[in-house]
């Protein structure tokens, strides 16, 4: 699959003039750079019927200048497969600009070895589904940003925060700097994070409620501190420069958070 594919992808950019690529360039420069995340239920947007569960992407553009402007194609319970398999991949390159952006978090669901549907193998078909959203972001101008999936909340009976997430950041991490593409390393961070929050206040940044305990979505400050780290390592891997970037060390009140009505 990913092989015929690259090389599509290659012939595509071998037949680009170059005087359409400069064009391509210069009108890059000109425009608002659009940040597309390609992602599952952490980082999607969440509607009224649905709060105060919170995506990080619905945060992330408290942290974006204006002429960094982000579309959030993230949905919930997607892995990497079924993402391209429902045609929704289809749908961001139909949109990419040359000088976007395509932020890609997926492994949740890929790990899910029980659905065919979504299921993929960290070290095959994992990378081979990520190649295709890498080389498509390339075929058309754009860069494409792997970030590895954020942290459940899990605990063991020393209070340790504990890795859930098997060989899959391994697997990007590989192919990152196999490809060349900036990482996000999500995971790792995260990880950190709940560690330094220790097992109770860490439900304060979950989806605790009194009905229910949720140790995999965020609420309002759990989804900030996380699109905080996100937009951290879009500064620290140059994705983005400090100009692009605002608030970063600042207290964000979790009323910006609002949850609008579904459309049908």
Not at 33 to 49: F, V
Not at 60 to 81: C, E, I, M, T, Y
Not at 154 to 177: I, S, V
Not at 199 to 226: C, L, M
Request: one cysteine or more; glycine letters at 6%; proline letters at 6%.
């Amino acid at each position: 699959m990913s092989i015929s594919r690259r090389q599509v992808t290659a012939a595509a950019l071998a037949a680009v003039p170059a005087a359409f690529a400069a064009t391509g360039t210069a009108q890059a420069a000109s425009r608002h750079r659009t940040l597309y995340i390609a992602g599952d239920s952490t980082a999607a947007q969440k509607y009224a019927d649905a709060a105060p569960e919170t995506g990080w992407g619905m945060a992330l553009p408290f942290f974006l200048h204006k002429d960094r402007p982000v579309a959030n194609h993230a949905v919930n319970g997607r892995s990497s497969k079924s993402f391209v398999d429902e045609g929704r991949l289809d749908v961001i390159l139909d949109a990419l600009q040359p000088g976007d952006f395509l932020l890609i978090q997926f492994g949740h669901n890929d790990e899910k070895s029980a659905d065919p549907t979504r299921y993929t193998e960290p070290w095959t078909t994992y990378q081979d589904y990520l190649r295709l959203y890498i080389d498509g972001a390339r075929a058309h101008g754009a860069r494409p940003v792997l970030a590895t999936s954020v942290e459940r909340r899990k605990f063991d009976a020393a209070g340790d925060a504990l890795p859930t997430h098997g060989d899959y950041p391994a697997a990007m991490r590989a192919l990152a700097e196999e490809e060349g593409v900036a990482l996000l390393d999500i995971q790792a961070l995260s990880l950190a994070l709940w560690q330094r929050l220790g097992v109770e206040e860490t439900k304060t940044y979950f989806n605790w409620t009194a009905t229910e305990q949720d140790n995999t979505h965020f609420n309002p400050p759990g989804a900030i501190a996380v699109a905080r780290l996100v937009v951290r390592e879009l500064l620290r891997t140059g994705v983005l420069r400090p100009r692009d970037v605002c608030r970063l060390d600042d207290e964000i009140p979790t009323s910006w958070i609002t949850w609008p009505e579904a459309t049908a």
